[in-house]
Every structure is written in C-alpha cells, then in structure tokens.
C-alpha cells in the first residue's frame, strides 16, 4: 500500500439505474465482447426482533479494501477470459429496496463471465473490510453480520 493508486470501487449513497445503465452502455462500442454477467447487490428489509431494517449504513477501510480489490481484480483476470470488470459498493446510507453493489464482468463467453460475477460477490463479502450498520424504523442501529 506504499502510496499507489488504485481504482475507486466506492460510490457515496445508493448505486443508482442510471449508472448502472450508463455502465453498460458504454461496452456496446467493444464488440469483441460477446457476454456480460451482471449482479446487483439491494438492500433487504428484513425484519429482525419485531423492526424492520431500513436502511444500511455502509463504511469500510479504504485503503485496505482498495488494495484487497486490487489484488482480488489481478487474480480474476488471471484466472478468467475477461475482458472487462467492474465493481463498484455504496459507502454511507441506502435505504431499504435500493442497490448497493453494482458487479459487472464481460468476456468473449459467457461461462467466463458468469464464473467470475459469482467468485467475486463471494470473495467481496468474504474478504473486503467493509461493515455495514442496519438502521431500523425505531431508530435502533446494529451491526450487519454478512451472510
């Protein structure tokens, strides 16, 4: 982590359609690309001891989570025919029924592309230092435990 730059996958607040509409738009242009894989993370209401969540108050450890990707990102190029990746988390608040993780893999076939959408929801939720706080209707907040 000595000083290097690496990608920003963190968005403030809600990961909005428009972006993700925006984002694949922008790979009509690359027509060696012949499948996408896209997974969108949402907010739950779930109810727990009688209240219902509605919100999720995300904060992580930036630059540890950014190298993480980092390192993640190297290995599913490695290991998958890709020809694009992007992640991109909320940090701050989303309510209840908006998206939160945007996760959007491209390759000439569509196995490739599939394998590494689902690897990497899994290794983001397994190895990223991001925490999440449900915010209740009666104003209580606990910690989220990833599931």
């Known amino acids: 982590m000595s000083g290097h730059q690496f990608k920003n ?32 993370g949402q907010v739950r209401q779930d109810e727990i001891d009688g209240n219902q969540v509605q919100a ?13 990707m980092h390192e993640i990102r190297e290995e ?14 909320s940090l701050g608040k989303v309510n209840a029924g908006e998206i939160c993780l945007f996760i959007f893999t491209s390759s000439v076939r569509r196995k490739a592309a599939m394998a590494a959408c689902e690897e990497l929801v899994e290794r983001i939720k397994a190895e990223l230092p991001i925490w999440g706080k449900e915010i209740f209707d009666n104003e209580t907040i606990q910690w989220k435990e990833n599931s």
């Open 9 to 40: 996958i963190f968005k403030e607040g809600t990961i909005s359609p428009t972006f993700i509409a925006d984002s694949i738009s922008k790979h009509q242009s690359k027509t060696n690309i012949g499948a996408h894989s896209i997974f969108l």
């Open 56 to 68: 999720i108050e995300y904060t992580t450890y930036q630059e540890l989570a950014l190298a993480k």
């Open 76 to 89: 599913m190029f490695q290991k998958y025919s890709l020809t694009c990746l992007h992640v991109y988390h």
